[in-house]
Structures are given as structure tokens and as C-alpha cells.
């Protein structure tokens, strides 16, 4: 601690910043973390003789614990997330807005002695490669050491970055955090997990800065990770001509050793990670994990779209994660890991809903009740979550950490939807790929508070996560195309859809591993031209594989007819989507790009000749 107290003293600005915050949470310690793994354990060990974490069985999952949070405090909450700039134009409509000055003066009331009878931890902590032109620095303050290790896991922190810092003068993204729960009264026990019913999930981005208080869940505490690394950097992203977006990367390499990287935007909980980690059952074809969550995307010098993971760690849901569905992130967790509301087994091992197929006689739920199969409640949250550090990933790409970042070839753009949307589309161009992200709509999932299963438009995932108005991000996607000194050096993009239901409520498509089948015709796909090909056909949508592109042999249930009604054209159902997109875009007025409405009227005209055309014909 001390020589990273040295460091800090040597940034002036970040030491005048930390010593205004002591002074108005009045913390009884202040300790500067120096990142190193001594440190970690002795917190970690803290918590564990308090009661706030409980030790996995060594034997079963070494150097691994369990958390369990407040009933009130599992998920982000978006109501109480605010974008903060000095208009509510500037905020747009879909994200919530208080003027900058009145919240302030809420948080200083929320923040004035919220840390008394706590240690204030001091967090450095870098968003991306230590050194790499890419990465960005900040620091979050929080009185929770489950906030410190988990940024242990999921950042570079510590005594690197704050070298870096101080060596070139770096300005940082300033973060608070408190869980809002002083302790005035000692001889009270602490709460293992304390919060407050007042939730406030605030950001200034153009002050560039991030305030958090009431809530220790990690979407909402975990200040590096949606907070600054996606509202904040979004902003910084429209400002300096690059993107920060909610996606996955991977590199996939086909037999003959051609290796691409792909980027994929889903909302949470549709499968980012199970596809970043994929297993591929295609022979001779592999796939290798980059990031699993969050994409930062630069221009390079020679026309191409670069990509980091700014990342250091994997913050998943672990419920329905299975030898199945994910067996690398199976292989990921089973050491060093930190789970959240997921349910303790008798001999002192982690379980939840969909990890086996047989489900043990007993368990401790994840509110710590005992838990029989016939409880009526899950044992898991289905929000359960595990934070566990990227090196360990099996299939780690070697080039994750590349300063320079790694080009990517195409984007993919998806959601669970029964229904309308086809296995795989592609875009005709740039700009129409920037209306597939635009167009993005989902069913809801429990990575959120509110109904779980409603169909909600999430435009590029980005819907909680975009830091400024909504309209202006479509711009910016468009500008991109636009400057872009030659179009076909752009990703290619497409549409996904791995949730597509059959009359009978049974899902079409096998996913998982077989996923693989569906990203060679996208490997293939971005070599060719944006035209019609062997392998593909035009379609009022974009273009669709023909009906042997995809390699289905060996797919048990899945024929050439499954194939074709994947990919047919719901004519009443797009114009469906057509009319509930319009409606949607409505709310953004003059900021709504002419380039999106083109797209609406372009496809609306494609389906109406799609429809009026013999059945022979299409």
C-alpha cells in the first residue's frame, strides 16, 4: 500500500480528488490498493472470517468462494441509472435524466458520511493493455472489499497502472462507489452484504465521471465495467471517432489455417459468452475467446476496424452454463473464482439450474435456506453470476491482449426472438447493417430487474449502456461507413438469430457448438463481395444462404426443409417489425439519421415488391 500511497501523491490531481472524497464520506481507513495478489487473499480471507464470502470446497474448486447478496440487490437497475448531461436532449429519450447540479446535490447528501465506521478503498485500475494507446485509466473509490476483488479480477490494477499514470500525467475517469450503509453502531453486527434501498447509478459523461451509490452488485458497483467502459467510453467514443460497444470478440481459423476475428453484439444473457467460448463441433475448425463482453473498435491505419478487449476478466451468468452448453467456461471456473447467488452443495461445491442433469437431493439455496428439488423457488438466482480472470480460459486467443488490437472481419447483431427474424441474415452494405443494429429487439432477461420474457427494442445491445442520445449513437454508427476511406475494408455485418421457435414452441436451431455451422457461411461470406454468390442469395431483408450453404449434415432433427423455414421471408411479420421499429424511432424526433429513415422506406419498398411478386419469382 504504501508505495502505491507514494505513487499517488505524485498525481496531483488524483490525490486532491481522493482527499476531497475522504473528506466528505469520513471513512475511519483509507487504503490505497496496490493490486498484488498478497492483498487480494488478505481481503478475501477478511471476508471469509466475517461470513461476507464462504470457501468452496479446495478439493471440488481451489482458491474459490461463494457471495451471496441482499434479495433486493441482484441485478442492474436501470430505473435508478441515470446519464447526467447538462440538457436532456443531450441524455435522449431513452435514458433517464436529472439536471447535473440537482443530482449532485443528491449524491453529496447520499455521499456526506456514508463510509463512516469503513475502510475506503482506493482502486486504480486500467481498461484495456497497461501502455497500449488504446487503454483507458481511472480510479473507483468504494467501501466494499467484494468491489475491490472482484475489480481485481475483472481490471488491470495496482501499482502498474498507477506507474503508468503517473510516468505520462494521465487524466483518469474519477468513479464513487459506497454501498450507503455506515456503520455507526459496532456492536451491531455488519450486514454480509450491506446496500441501501436507495439506489443511484449516475453519470456525468461530459464531465467524464461515474458516481454509484446504495447497490454492491457488480453491474452497478463494478465501476470499470458497463459504467465506465461503456456509457462514459461511448461518449468518449462519439468525440474521438471510434466505438465502445457491448460485444463479444473471437478469432475463428478454418482448416487451411485462415484465421479471422468476429464481433458480436447480443443483450445480456443471449449467449455472448456460450459463443466466445465456443466448442465447435465443424472438424478442423476452431474458435478462440477474446473478450466475452465488451468491444472497444478503432479505425486502423490501413482502412480496417480494430478491436480490444478492455476487460481482464469474465463476469458471466452461470446459471444454465454446462458441460453442454459452455464446457470451456466450464473449464474456465473451476479455480480461482468468485461466485455470486449460486446455490452450495453438501460437500462444499457450487450448483446451479442447468449445470447437470442430475439435480442433487439437497443444497443451500442461494439465499441460504435448504433446497430440495421439490422447493418451489430456483436454488440459483437466475442472475447468478461468476468473475473469474480471462488468462484463465483454455481457449484464450493468443492475441487478446494486443496492443494494436485485433481487425475485425465481421459484426454480428442478435437477440432471442421466436419468431420473424431468420437463422442468419446479412447486411447489403454498411449502412443497412447499421439499421440490423438499430432494429435489435429482444426478449427480456433476468440480467435486468423487471417481467422476464417481454420483447423490448434494444438497439445494438446498447439500450442500458449508451451514454449519450440514442439518435446521435445511430449517427455515429453511420459516420463511420461514411468516412470510411474504402467501404470494403468494413466488417461485414449480420444478423443472428439462434432463438427461432417452431410452431410447436421447440426451438429450430440446436445452438451451442452447432453455432459453428452458422459462422463458416459468415467467414465465408465476408471474402465475397456484398452481392448475390453460390452460397448466398438476395433477399427483401439482406442476403440469406442458400439452402445448402449451411453445412447440416450429422444434425439430428434438423432437415433442409428446418432450413428453409429458418431462413424464409415472413412478409406479415417484417411488416409487423417494420411498423413497432417506426414507432420505436419515433420518440427520437430530429436526432432520428436520414440515413435510418432511408432504411425503413428502402425496406418497406423491398418487402411490398417481395409480396406482390409470384411465389416463383421470390
Given amino acids: 500500500m504504501f508505495r502505491a500511497l507514494e505513487l499517488v501523491k505524485q498525481h496531483k490531481e488524483a490525490f486532491e480528488w481522493i482527499q476531497q472524497a475522504v473528506e466528505l464520506m469520513k471513512p475511519d481507513n483509507v487504503h490505497i490498493c496496490d493490486g498484488t495478489p498478497e492483498e487480494n487473499n488478505t481481503l478475501v480471507q477478511e471476508m471469509v472470517a466475517r461470513g461476507d464470502l464462504i470457501a468452496l470446497n479446495p478439493e471440488k474448486n481451489p482458491n ?29 429519450p431513452t435514458n433517464n435524466w436529472v439536471e447535473p447540479n440537482e443530482m ?38 468504494t467501501d466494499s472489499p467484494y468491489v475491490v476483488c472482484s475489480m481485481y479480477i475483472m481490471t488491470r490494477i495496482g501499482v502498474p497502472v498507477l506507474k503508468w499514470m503517473v510516468e505520462k500525467q494521465l487524466p483518469f475517469i474519477p468513479g464513487l462507489h459506497s454501498v450507503g450503509s455506515p456503520r455507526l453502531d459496532k456492536s451491531i453486527p455488519d450486514s454480509h452484504w450491506p446496500c441501501n434501498d436507495k439506489k443511484y447509478i449516475v453519470h456525468f459523461p461530459h464531465l467524464r465521471t461515474v458516481a454509484s451509490f446504495g447497490s454492491g452488485y457488480g453491474g452497478n458497483a463494478l465501476l470499470g465495467k458497463k459504467c465506465f467502459a461503456l456509457r462514459i467510453a461511448s461518449a468518449l467514443a462519439k468525440d474521438e471517432g471510434w466505438l465502445a460497444e457491448h460485444m463479444l470478440i473471437l478469432g475463428i481459423t478454418n482448416p487451411e489455417g485462415k484465421k479471422k476475428y468476429i464481433a458480436a453484439a447480443f443483450p445480456s444473457q443471449c449467449g455472448k459468452t456460450n459463443l466466445a467460448m465456443m466448442m465447435p463441433t465443424l472438424p478442423g475448425w476452431k474458435i478462440e475467446c477474446v473478450g466475452d463482453d465488451i468491444a472497444w473498435m478503432h479505425p486502423g491505419k490501413d482502412g480496417r476496424l480494430y478491436a480490444i478487449n478492455p476487460e481482464n476478466g469474465f463476469f458471466g451468468v452461470a446459471t444454465g452454463t454446462s458441460l453442454h452448453t459452455n464446457p470451456h467456461a466450464m473449464n474456465t471456473i473451476n479455480r480461482n473464482t468468485l461466485f455470486t447467488n449460486v446455490a452450495l452443495t453438501d460437500d462444499g461445491d457450487v450448483w446451479w439450474e442447468g449445470k447437470t442433469d442430475d439435480v442433487p437431493e439437497h443444497l443451500i439455496d442461494w439465499t441460504g435456506k435448504d433446497w430440495t428439488p421439490a422447493s418451489k423457488e430456483p436454488a440459483a438466482h437466475p442472475n447468478s453470476r461468476f468473475a473469474v480472470s480471462t488468462n484463465q480460459c483454455p481457449s484464450l486467443d493468443p492475441n487478446w491482449e494486443d496492443v494494436e488490437g485485433v481487425p475485425i472481419s465481421a459484426i454480428l447483431f442478435g437477440g432471442r426472438r421466436p419468431l420473424t427474424v431468420p437463422l442468419i441474415t446479412q447486411a447489403l452494405d454498411w449502412t443497412h447493417g447499421t439499421f440490423f443494429g438499430a432494429a435489435v429487439s429482444s426478449q427480456t432477461t433476468a440480467a435486468a430487474e423487471g417481467k422476464v420474457g417481454e420483447l423490448r427494442h434494444d438497439p445494438f445491445a446498447m439500450l442500458p449502456f449508451c451514454g449519450y442520445n440514442m439518435g446521435q449513437y445511430f449517427q455515429h454508427w453511420l459516420d463511420i461507413g461514411n468516412k470510411a476511406e474504402d467501404a470494403h475494408l468494413l466488417p461485414r455485418i449480420f444478423q443472428i438469430n439462434w432463438f427461432r421457435k417452431d410452431k410447436n414452441g421447440h426451438y429450430m436451431w440446436p445452438g451451442f457448438g452447432e453455432n459453428s455451422r452458422v459462422l463458416k457461411w459468415v467467414f465465408d461470406r465476408s471474402d465475397e463481395p456484398l452481392t448475390p454468390s453460390a452460397i448466398a442469395h ?35 411479420g417484417w411488416f409487423s417489425d417494420l411498423a413497432s421499429c417506426e414507432h420505436y424511432f419515433s420518440q427520437f424526433g430530429d436526432d432520428l439519421p436520414q440515413g435510418i429513415k432511408d432504411q425503413v422506406a428502402l425496406l418497406r419498398r423491398r418487402l411490398e415488391e417481395y409480396a406482390s411478386s409470384p411465389a416463383e419469382a421470390r
Fill in 104 to 141: 449532485m446535490a443528491t449524491l453529496r447528501g447520499l455521499y456526506d458520511g456514508c463510509m463512516r465506521g469503513r475502510t475506503m478503498y482506493v482502486v486504480p485500475y486500467s481498461m484495456g493493455p497497461v501502455g497500449s494507446y488504446l487503454a483507458r485509466v481511472g480510479f473507483e473509490i
Fill in 538 to 572: 438476395a433477399s427483401p431483408i439482406g442476403f440469406l444462404p442458400t439452402d445448402d450453404a449451411i453445412d447440416i449434415d450429422g444434425l439430428e432433427g434438423v432437415t433442409v426443409e428446418t432450413m428453409k423455414q429458418l431462413h424464409a421471408v415472413d412478409v406479415p
Fill in 64 to 92: 474459490s468462494y461463494l457471495a451471496r447478496s441482499d434479495p433486493s440487490d441482484v441485478a442492474r437497475v436501470e430505473k435508478c441509472t441515470y446519464i447526467c448531461w447538462p440538457t436532456k436532449e443531450e441524455a435522449g
